[in-house]
């Protein structure tokens, strides 16, 4: 009875030291299948089918969540449906897998300035110029993506607000 506390304490040590060692493979011990789901949807991506890719990515990550390609897939298919604040934590969500990953660092800045936030997005682009000592195409495009300035959304009809209407009391 006075050893039930220590051995509990000592077999969550043991339980948790050895998940983590489970759960930090590098992406070359990735599961084929997860790998096999991630090509699926960076195929219907390229077709134009989000839905589809979304569907094969998530489960790319369902098999494997250390898969991070899958992860910056899954954030460029946001992208592309307009969604960038789930594309900022889906990039960020590849970053926590590899800090250094220069496509979903620019990636993550880019989703910033498609957001409107500029001056954040000048702090990722400072980031990815440390990590990237030469000529790196991703950080090519977050500084264009910088210079260019968040899209300029234009107003509809549905988007004004209406004036308010004189109450039948009143006169004109």
């Given at each position: ?9 000592l ?30 949807g ?9 839905s ?90 977050l500084?264009a ?28």
């Amino acid at each position: 009875m006075r050893f039930t506390p220590a051995s509990i304490a000592l077999a969550a040590v043991l339980t948790t030291v050895s998940s983590m060692g489970l759960s930090q493979r590098p992406d070359s011990q990735i599961s084929p299948q997860s790998i096999e789901w991630q090509k699926a949807g960076e195929a219907a991506r390229r077709a134009g089918n989000l839905s589809g890719a979304t569907d094969a990515l998530e489960s790319a990550l369902a098999l494997d969540p250390r898969n991070r390609a899958a992860f910056v897939e899954l954030a460029e298919v946001a992208r592309a449906q307009g969604l960038q604040g789930k594309a900022i934590r889906l990039y960020k969500e590849a970053l926590l897998l590899d800090p250094t990953d220069i496509v979903a660092l620019s990636g993550q800045g880019e989703a910033m300035v498609e957001k409107g936030a500029v001056a954040r997005a000048k702090e990722v682009l400072a980031e990815a110029q440390k990590l990237c000592k030469a000529d790196c195409a991703p950080v090519t495009r977050l500084s264009a993506a910088i210079q260019k300035g968040p899209p300029v959304v234009a107003l509809t009809a549905k988007d004004t607000i209406p004036a308010p209407k004189s109450s039948p009391t009143e006169t004109p």
